[in-house]
């Protein structure tokens, strides 16, 4: 099937516009994920972190 030597126009445009970003933002998820699972870790390693904290300056409660 031969190419059509004019652009493409209206929502053909606007469709090939999507699809391309669509496969960039493919991309771009495939090389992050290694570096999110980095992130999450530490986010999960800070937050138990600082629930520990927060429980040992709670109170005692009398009569415990």
């Known amino acids: 099937m031969a190419k059509n030597p004019q652009p493409l126009r209206g ?3 606007w469709l090939a516009a ?3 970003i669509a496969k960039r933002n493919e991309a771009a998820r495939r090389r992050a994920g290694p570096d999110r699972i980095a992130h ?3 986010r999960t390693e800070r937050r138990r972190a600082s629930a520990l904290l927060e429980a040992s300056d ?3 409660q009398p009569g415990r």
Do not use: G, T, Y
Request: net charge negative; no cysteine.
């Open 11 to 13: 929502e053909a445009a």
């Open 18 to 20: 999507k699809k391309d």
């Open 40 to 42: 999450e870790a530490m």
């Open 58 to 60: 709670l109170p005692v």
